[in-house]
Protein backbone atom coordinates (compact mmCIF):
# COMPACT_ATOMS: atom_id res chain seq x y z
CA UNK A 1 0.00 0.00 0.00
CA UNK A 2 0.94 3.85 -0.76
CA UNK A 3 1.77 5.67 2.59
CA UNK A 4 -1.19 7.81 3.01
CA UNK A 5 0.87 10.71 2.74
CA UNK A 6 2.12 9.71 -0.60
CA UNK A 7 5.53 9.44 -1.90
CA UNK A 8 8.48 11.34 0.61
CA UNK A 9 9.00 13.64 -2.97
CA UNK A 10 6.51 15.06 -2.85
CA UNK A 11 8.06 17.31 -0.25
CA UNK A 12 10.40 18.60 -3.49
CA UNK A 13 7.69 20.14 -4.96
CA UNK A 14 7.56 23.93 -5.14
CA UNK A 15 4.21 24.20 -6.79
CA UNK A 16 1.26 21.73 -7.72
CA UNK A 17 -0.08 22.22 -11.08
CA UNK A 18 -2.48 19.37 -11.83
CA UNK A 19 -4.11 17.64 -8.91
CA UNK A 20 -4.63 13.99 -9.08
CA UNK A 21 -8.55 14.59 -8.82
CA UNK A 22 -8.13 16.85 -11.54
CA UNK A 23 -6.52 14.08 -13.42
CA UNK A 24 -8.58 11.79 -13.16
CA UNK A 25 -11.69 14.09 -14.09
CA UNK A 26 -10.11 15.06 -17.47
CA UNK A 27 -9.34 11.68 -18.39
CA UNK A 28 -12.65 10.62 -17.79
CA UNK A 29 -13.42 13.14 -20.30
CA UNK A 30 -10.62 12.44 -23.23
CA UNK A 31 -12.18 9.00 -22.58
CA UNK A 32 -15.71 9.86 -23.98
CA UNK A 33 -14.44 11.70 -26.44
CA UNK A 34 -12.10 9.36 -27.86
CA UNK A 35 -15.25 6.57 -27.49
CA UNK A 36 -17.21 8.63 -29.37
CA UNK A 37 -14.51 9.49 -32.02
CA UNK A 38 -13.64 5.92 -32.63
CA UNK A 39 -16.39 4.32 -32.35
CA UNK A 40 -16.82 2.35 -35.35
CA UNK A 41 -13.31 2.05 -35.96
CA UNK A 42 -10.82 -0.45 -34.49
CA UNK A 43 -7.65 1.59 -32.60
CA UNK A 44 -4.20 0.77 -32.11
CA UNK A 45 -3.07 2.74 -29.55
CA UNK A 46 0.86 3.37 -29.26
CA UNK A 47 2.08 5.16 -25.97
CA UNK A 48 5.60 6.21 -26.30
CA UNK A 49 7.09 5.08 -23.28
CA UNK A 50 8.19 5.76 -20.54
CA UNK A 51 6.67 9.48 -20.09
CA UNK A 52 3.44 8.55 -21.13
CA UNK A 53 3.06 4.80 -19.07
CA UNK A 54 0.64 6.02 -16.41
CA UNK A 55 -1.42 8.42 -18.22
CA UNK A 56 -1.91 5.31 -21.20
CA UNK A 57 -2.46 2.93 -18.39
CA UNK A 58 -5.61 5.02 -16.85
CA UNK A 59 -6.43 6.67 -20.52
CA UNK A 60 -6.96 2.57 -21.80
CA UNK A 61 -9.32 1.51 -18.86
CA UNK A 62 -11.45 4.77 -20.29
CA UNK A 63 -11.94 3.10 -23.72
CA UNK A 64 -14.55 1.08 -24.38
CA UNK A 65 -13.82 0.05 -28.27
CA UNK A 66 -11.85 -2.98 -29.34
CA UNK A 67 -8.32 -1.81 -29.68
CA UNK A 68 -4.49 -3.20 -29.61
CA UNK A 69 -1.83 -1.67 -27.96
CA UNK A 70 2.06 -1.12 -28.49
CA UNK A 71 4.79 1.15 -27.56
CA UNK A 72 8.00 2.82 -28.79
CA UNK A 73 10.65 4.42 -26.97
CA UNK A 74 11.88 8.07 -28.33
CA UNK A 75 14.58 9.86 -26.51
CA UNK A 76 15.66 13.43 -26.64
CA UNK A 77 16.53 13.98 -23.00
CA UNK A 78 19.67 12.95 -21.77
CA UNK A 79 21.02 15.90 -19.61
CA UNK A 80 18.08 17.78 -17.15
CA UNK A 81 15.68 19.48 -18.56
CA UNK A 82 17.02 20.35 -22.33
CA UNK A 83 16.54 18.16 -24.82
CA UNK A 84 20.17 17.39 -26.11
CA UNK A 85 19.56 16.01 -29.45
CA UNK A 86 16.99 15.33 -31.70
CA UNK A 87 14.42 12.83 -30.89
CA UNK A 88 16.20 9.59 -31.58
CA UNK A 89 13.05 6.12 -31.62
CA UNK A 90 15.63 3.73 -29.73
CA UNK A 91 12.80 0.82 -29.75
CA UNK A 92 10.56 0.47 -32.37
CA UNK A 93 6.85 -0.83 -32.33
CA UNK A 94 5.94 -4.64 -32.80
CA UNK A 95 2.79 -4.41 -34.67
CA UNK A 96 2.01 -3.69 -38.19
CA UNK A 97 0.56 -0.30 -38.44
CA UNK A 98 -0.72 -0.88 -41.66
CA UNK A 99 -4.32 0.13 -42.36
CA UNK A 100 -4.89 0.78 -38.52
CA UNK A 101 -6.42 3.80 -37.00
CA UNK A 102 -3.55 5.11 -34.74
CA UNK A 103 -3.70 7.06 -31.54
CA UNK A 104 -0.12 7.99 -30.53
CA UNK A 105 -0.25 8.58 -27.07
CA UNK A 106 2.63 10.83 -25.26
CA UNK A 107 2.94 12.91 -21.36
CA UNK A 108 4.01 16.00 -22.76
CA UNK A 109 3.88 18.30 -25.89
CA UNK A 110 6.29 20.77 -25.69
CA UNK A 111 8.64 21.43 -28.51
CA UNK A 112 7.04 19.26 -31.07
CA UNK A 113 9.76 17.62 -32.31
CA UNK A 114 9.10 13.70 -30.85
CA UNK A 115 5.11 13.63 -32.13
CA UNK A 116 6.08 15.00 -35.14
CA UNK A 117 8.86 12.55 -35.73
CA UNK A 118 6.46 9.66 -34.20
CA UNK A 119 3.31 10.17 -36.57
CA UNK A 120 5.67 10.71 -40.10
CA UNK A 121 7.02 7.33 -39.36
CA UNK A 122 3.90 6.06 -38.08
CA UNK A 123 2.14 7.57 -41.37
CA UNK A 124 5.24 6.89 -43.39
CA UNK A 125 4.33 3.01 -42.65
CA UNK A 126 0.97 3.13 -44.07
CA UNK A 127 -1.43 3.80 -41.13
CA UNK A 128 -5.11 4.51 -42.21
CA UNK A 129 -5.23 7.34 -39.49
CA UNK A 130 -2.81 9.10 -36.93
CA UNK A 131 -4.00 11.04 -34.53
CA UNK A 132 -2.58 12.18 -31.34
CA UNK A 133 -3.64 12.65 -27.10
CA UNK A 134 -1.30 14.19 -25.04
CA UNK A 135 -2.07 14.83 -21.22
CA UNK A 136 -0.24 18.30 -21.28
CA UNK A 137 0.77 21.14 -23.97
CA UNK A 138 3.25 23.74 -23.18
CA UNK A 139 2.19 25.39 -26.30
CA UNK A 140 4.62 28.42 -25.89
CA UNK A 141 7.57 26.09 -26.45
CA UNK A 142 6.78 24.56 -29.79
CA UNK A 143 10.11 24.63 -32.38
CA UNK A 144 7.91 23.13 -35.07
CA UNK A 145 4.12 23.11 -35.70
CA UNK A 146 2.66 20.30 -34.55
CA UNK A 147 -0.63 20.15 -32.23
CA UNK A 148 -2.29 17.16 -30.99
CA UNK A 149 -5.87 16.22 -31.33
CA UNK A 150 -6.40 15.51 -27.67
CA UNK A 151 -5.26 17.27 -24.89
CA UNK A 152 -5.75 16.81 -21.17
CA UNK A 153 -4.35 20.16 -19.88
CA UNK A 154 -2.32 23.26 -21.50
CA UNK A 155 0.43 24.33 -18.77
CA UNK A 156 2.65 27.11 -18.62
CA UNK A 157 6.68 26.82 -19.79
CA UNK A 158 7.73 25.20 -16.68
CA UNK A 159 9.54 21.93 -16.48
CA UNK A 160 7.19 19.57 -14.98
CA UNK A 161 7.47 15.81 -13.19
CA UNK A 162 5.02 13.11 -11.88
CA UNK A 163 2.58 10.99 -13.25
CA UNK A 164 5.30 9.39 -15.56
CA UNK A 165 6.68 12.51 -16.37
CA UNK A 166 10.57 12.52 -14.79
CA UNK A 167 13.68 14.88 -14.19
CA UNK A 168 16.75 12.21 -14.48
CA UNK A 169 14.17 9.51 -14.56
CA UNK A 170 13.03 10.35 -11.04
CA UNK A 171 9.47 11.63 -9.87
CA UNK A 172 7.55 9.61 -12.37
CA UNK A 173 5.26 7.64 -9.42
CA UNK A 174 4.33 11.39 -8.17
CA UNK A 175 0.51 10.95 -8.25
CA UNK A 176 0.03 14.73 -9.33
CA UNK A 177 1.85 16.68 -12.21
CA UNK A 178 4.26 19.57 -10.22
CA UNK A 179 6.99 21.81 -10.39
CA UNK A 180 9.97 21.09 -8.27
CA UNK A 181 11.90 23.15 -6.28
CA UNK A 182 15.02 25.21 -7.71
CA UNK A 183 17.65 23.20 -5.57
CA UNK A 184 16.34 19.96 -6.75
CA UNK A 185 17.07 21.00 -10.98
CA UNK A 186 20.44 21.93 -9.95
CA UNK A 187 21.29 18.26 -9.40
P1 LIG B 1 9.15 17.30 -27.36
O1 LIG B 1 10.06 18.44 -26.98
O2 LIG B 1 7.76 17.79 -27.72
O3 LIG B 1 9.77 16.47 -28.45
O4 LIG B 1 8.99 16.40 -26.07
C1 LIG B 1 9.86 15.33 -25.85
C2 LIG B 1 9.68 14.65 -24.55
O5 LIG B 1 10.37 15.44 -23.60
C3 LIG B 1 8.30 14.47 -23.96
O6 LIG B 1 7.65 13.33 -24.43
C4 LIG B 1 8.67 14.30 -22.50
O7 LIG B 1 9.00 12.95 -22.24
C5 LIG B 1 9.87 15.19 -22.34
N1 LIG B 1 9.49 16.48 -21.71
C6 LIG B 1 9.19 17.64 -22.30
N2 LIG B 1 8.85 18.58 -21.39
C7 LIG B 1 8.95 17.95 -20.19
C8 LIG B 1 8.70 18.38 -18.83
O8 LIG B 1 8.30 19.52 -18.52
N3 LIG B 1 8.91 17.44 -17.88
C9 LIG B 1 9.32 16.17 -18.14
N4 LIG B 1 9.53 15.72 -19.39
C10 LIG B 1 9.36 16.62 -20.40
MG1 LIG C 1 8.23 11.34 -23.56
Do not use: W
Amino acid sequence: MPSPKGPPELKHLDHVLVTPAAIKRRIAGLGVQLNHDYASKDMMVVAIVNGALIFAADLLRQLSSPLRLDCLRASSYHDGTKATHEPRIVDQMKLDVRGQHVLLVDDILDTGKTLAAVAGLVRSKGAASVRTCVLLDKKGRRQVPFEADYVGFDIPNEFVVGYGLDFNERYRNLPCIGVLKPKYYAG
